[in-house]
């Protein structure tokens, strides 16, 4: 996966080792190669995503892609999302929420926030890996503003 000739990064936001360690297996299996920086906790991922000041400034050039986990041990998985999606530098950034939740609303209140793929864990492998094929194709025809 490149956008515009820029390799995309995979920023992975999972505290349960087991489904980190699916989610990767099944991104391979895709065939994307792409580098994944693994991240257990809501804290650690936003001081990666939009800097320690939060500013959101030091993603303003990277290209990634962030499967997010609703449920972490510091904070929730749409905390997460609406920081991403409010800020300028970040809000571009295509999100995959990858949950055990399938409460409509919860659903409903990702896609409000700018979730681009909301799949429900365990993940079913061939739409998986066809939402991670389609979000490459939107990286590689994605418009920088």
Do not use: W
Not at 52 to 77: A, F, H, K, Q, T
Not at 117 to 136: C, S, W
């Amino acid at each position: 996966m490149k956008a515009v000739g820029r390799e995309v990064t995979i920023v992975m936001v999972e505290d349960d080792e087991g489904h980190a360690r699916l989610i990767e297996k099944n991104v391979r299996r895709a065939g994307v190669n792409n580098e994944i920086l693994p991240f257990t906790d809501g804290n650690s991922a936003l001081d990666y995503i939009l800097g320690p000041d939060r500013s959101g400034e030091v993603s303003s050039e990277r290209y990634l892609l962030i499967l997010l986990d609703l449920n972490l041990p510091d904070m929730s998985g749409t905390d997460i999302l609406e920081k991403v999606k409010n800020n300028p530098h970040t809000r571009r950034l295509p999100v995959v929420i990858l949950t055990t939740t399938d409460d409509e609303r919860e659903i409903q209140r990702c896609y409000d926030l700018g979730a681009n793929v909301y799949i429900t864990k365990p993940v079913d492998y061939e739409n998986f890996a066809h939402a991670i094929r389609q979000l490459g194709l939107f990286f590689s025809v994605m418009q920088i503003s």
